[in-house]
């Protein structure tokens, strides 16, 4: 049974809603992904989406569970948003914009490996995509035992580097913004005797070319399943 909200709130681009609309699962969703974009996953309460919705907090669970729930359902969300490319590409180039794609999703919310990791794939969306990996790892002969551990790797990997790729950004924001400079490296005043090689390439240590460092590591673990393909060939 919906319940109608106690006062007026806002949508997420300004606008007051009217008191009459009904609350259900898609605007307690909205609500919790409005307020996970401003505040970061961990602070957000079932309480505290009840108050951005102007509903009292017992309205919620006629159609959420709990937290708990609405992770999941972000979860499946992301996924939903990630574009799985045709069959009709080579498997190499299948996998490089699978991956690509799923980073790009990521990038777009706030915690979203968090919440990824947090939840288990069991939702339509995210057994897709993985039927969809494993789907290309068999048609290309890969031996069923390693099919499940490379697709993991190859997801591992993306969402290792997006949570990498968000921590450094963040933190170049946060200087910038107490400083009014960009982070400096430690790396070259470092005494060259003694670490030779972290001062020869702290030029490269320190950049931020995130996309051709990705690209990079998709191509190297592409190498690696081809190289154990032809092996067992």
């Given amino acids: 049974m919906a319940r109608r909200r106690i006062y007026p709130s806002e949508t997420e681009n300004g606008a007051v809603e009217e008191l009459h609309t009904p609350l259900d699962q898609p605007r307690i969703l909205n609500a919790f992904l409005s307020m996970l974009q401003t505040e970061g996953l961990e602070p957000i309460s079932m309480r505290k989406i009840a108050d951005f ?4 907090a017992a309205s ?15 979860g499946e969300k992301i996924r939903s948003e990630v574009e799985l490319p045709g069959p009709e590409l080579d498997w190499r180039e299948g996998l490089k914009i ?22 288990f794939a069991a939702t339509p969306h995210r057994l897709a995509h993985i039927e969809f990996l494993y789907r290309v790892f068999a048609r290309q002969g890969f031996p069923d035992p390693q099919i499940p551990w490379f697709a993991s790797m190859l997801k591992a990997y993306v969402l290792g580097f997006v ?3 968000n921590r ?5 924001k946060q200087k910038q913004k107490n400083a009014g400079t960009a982070e400096n490296s430690p790396f070259p005043s470092l005494p060259e005797e003694k670490y030779p090689h972290l001062v020869r390439l702290a030029e490269y240590t320190t950049s931020s070319d ?18 154990q393909l032809a092996a067992r060939k």
């Fill in 98 to 119: 699978w991956a690509c794609n799923f980073r790009d999703t990521l990038k777009r919310y706030r915690d979203s490996v968090q919440i990824m990791n947090a939840t």
């Fill in 168 to 172: 450094l950004l963040e933190r170049s």
């Fill in 53 to 56: 919705l102007g509903v009292k």
């Fill in 60 to 74: 919620l669970y006629y159609h959420v569970k709990d937290k708990d729930q609405l992770i999941v359902l972000l």
């Fill in 210 to 227: 995130f996309d051709n460092e990705f690209i990079c590591g998709i191509q190297v673990l592409l190498d690696g399943f081809e190289a």
């Fill in 163 to 165: 949570d990498e790729e």
